[in-house]
Nanobody, 114 residues
Framework: VQLQASGGGLVQAGGSLRFSCTASGSGTSVNTMGWYREAPGKQRELVASISTGGLTTYADSAKGRFTISRDNTKNTAFLLLNRMKPEDTGVYYC?????????WGRGTLVTVSS
């Protein structure tokens, strides 16, 4: 299974971005999907996740601003980032859990300018 991530780029503070992450390959059914963020000088942290049943988890910094969703028929998860802040800057990595394995997508850089 591979994860194809899209989205990212440069955005002004207060702006929005939308990410997608699609699983493909043999046995593409993945369970929980989501995104981690790696900010400059910081450890990678969970931003948001969603189970196949739609149960969501958000970092405190993401609550009220970011929305994660998924389309199980397309093995795709989406992350809508609204009211972005400079502290949202970092490399975002999507992930998908398949059994006991965690699969990672390519990191995408997000820069939020003030």
């Amino acid at each position: 299974v591979q994860l194809q991530a899209s989205g990212g780029g440069l955005v002004q503070a207060g702006g929005s971005l939308r990410f997608s992450c699609t699983a493909s390959g043999s046995g593409t059914s993945v369970n929980t999907m989501g995104w981690y963020r790696e900010a400059p000088g910081k450890q990678r942290e969970l931003v948001a996740s969603i189970s196949t049943g739609g149960l969501t988890t958000y970092a405190d910094s993401a609550k009220g601003r970011f929305t994660i969703s998924r389309d199980n028929t397309k093995n795709t998860a989406f992350l809508l980032l609204n009211r972005m802040k400079p502290e949202d800057t970092g490399v975002y990595y999507c992930f998908g859990d398949q059994g006991f394995a965690r699969i990672w997508g390519r990191g995408t850089l997000v820069t939020v300018s003030s």
